[in-house]
């Protein structure tokens, strides 16, 4: 649940973990990696992990999710599926063009 009183977003945006629409690659992640245990902070992690953006750093997570609690997984499933949901986006290199040649 949300700790941010209505009033205090009255006339703003605020997307829920609904809002995500389908299952999220992080959804999947924190499914696969454990990070989901009993469900109560769940969609709290991931409305905080996606805040984080796409590759987010150890120090980022820690930062990013310090006002959720969890008392079943001890962090580290929740960051372990943060960190799979970001290996999955990870940004493709450019690939260098190939020099031309010219052999006339």
Do not use: W
């Not at 829920?16 to 499914?31: C, D, K, N, S, Y």
């Not at 006002?67 to 690939?95: D, M, V």
Request: with cysteine.
């Amino acid at each position: 649940s949300c700790l941010v009183p209505a009033a205090h977003v009255d006339g703003t945006r605020v997307t829920t973990i609904e809002g995500l629409g389908g299952r999220h690659p992080l959804q999947r992640a924190f499914v696969e990696q454990g990070g989901a245990q009993c469900g109560i902070c769940t969609p709290g992690m991931i409305m905080a992990a996606v805040a984080l953006g796409k590759h987010p750093s150890v120090d980022d997570m820690r930062v990013g999710l310090a006002g959720n609690l969890c008392r079943c997984t001890g962090y580290s499933a929740i960051y372990r599926s943060i960190e799979a949901a970001t290996k999955r986006h990870k940004p493709q290199r450019a690939r260098r063009p190939q020099s031309e040649v010219n052999t006339e």
